[in-house]
């Protein structure tokens, strides 16, 4: 089992910037990749940001250039900074893990919620 605690959302203007954080604990050693998705109200969840163990990294079109996934293996947290945030960015963000099995963890969600 992994257990994923995420912190780092809240309320910002547009063109303000957040940094998200997910904290992996449990069988860590499973773990082929983790990544961000976001589902704002009425849509379905897509996928934001990811990056697996050998570091590759894939992003959304919307977020390129504006968001950057980073992961720190010492404590075993992934990142996602945010910048040059807009109002369609507003959404709960999970954070996910890829394990093998196949088998997927998600975290609580964190609420991000952009102003214009």
């Known amino acids: 089992q992994v257990q994923l605690v995420e912190s780092g959302g809240g309320l910002v203007q547009a063109g303000g910037s957040l940094r998200l954080s997910c904290a992996a604990s449990?069988?860590?050693?499973?773990?082929?990749?983790m990544g961000w998705y976001r589902q704002a109200p009425g849509k379905q969840r897509e996928l934001v940001a990811a990056i697996t163990s050998g570091g590759s990294i894939n992003y959304a079109d919307s977020v390129k250039g504006r968001f950057t996934i980073s992961r720190d293996n010492a404590k075993n947290t992934v990142y996602l900074q945010m910048n040059s945030l807009k109002p369609e960015d507003t959404a709960v963000y999970y954070c996910?893990?890829?394990?093998?099995?196949?088998?997927?963890?998600w975290g609580q969600g964190t609420q991000v919620t952009v102003s214009s």
């Open positions: 449990g069988s860590i050693f499973s773990i082929n990749a």
């Open positions: 996910n893990a890829g394990a093998t099995g196949p088998r997927r963890y």
